[in-house]
């Protein structure tokens, strides 16, 4: 028998699965302390002592002491079948045991891997679905605000900074708004633009901050502002990030309701 059979027997030895003449075989090969078998039998129980420290995530309580169960079982299995021990060797586990102390450590691994990756899984499910969540309650408030005759529909144009770009606001006193615009440049680093509410003769009231993707294109959910009931208009400046609570920098958009 070459190392490579012997390495075979080895790995299916300490995973449970050798069993009839193949196991008595490989048994009686550990009985004679042939050097390669112990050998071939010592490197594959300390790569799966390895493999089960290196479990990347704890399972649930459940799943372990489902595993766990499953191991006392084999262990008494495989304690029950045997007829006489296999000799020890120093740094070898007692061959009896050896076997179903190796095919549970590969099946806590294999449980744990399955369960950290299943535990992820579900977790991405759950955010995509708050996420679609997030979507269809905007796309209602949105609809809600489109049906109502109080709602104003106000046109921005761009102004010299970026003469192409355009804009349009839905606007509704009680339920907000939402602000899209197309055309606007890349904001500098540390700059975002800044959506201001012109009302009467007061000074602007500030609807948000945000940014535009590579395309010039970005958008804006405006929650109602406090003491403002009516718009004259919108507009739109280049800030600091994070805007200011009055404007400072240069228009880019205007638009009268």
Known sequence: MNRDEIGELAAAYALGG?????????EALLQADDHDAVAALRDFEDTLTGLAAAAPEAPPPAVKAALMARIAAAAGE???ATERPLPRRGAVWPAVLSAAMAAGLAAIVVG???SARYEKRLDALARDADR???DLRSQ???ITILRDPATQMVALAGLPPAPAA???MLWHAKAGGLFVTTGLPAAPEGKAYQLWAIAGSGAPVSAGVFNVDASGAGSLSVHPLPGVATVDGFAVTLEPAGGL???SGAM????KS
Not at 252 to 255: C, E, V
Request: cysteine-free; hydrophobic content about 50%.
């Open 112 to 114: 744990w891997t399955v």
């Open 18 to 26: 050798l069993e009839g003449a193949e196991r008595a075989r490989f």
């Open 140 to 142: 209602q408030e949105i």
């Open 245 to 247: 609570p009055a404007p």
């Open 78 to 80: 495989r304690a029950a």
């Open 132 to 134: 679609l969540k997030a």
């Open 252 to 255: 880019y958009l205007l638009g």
């Open 166 to 168: 355009r804009a349009r």
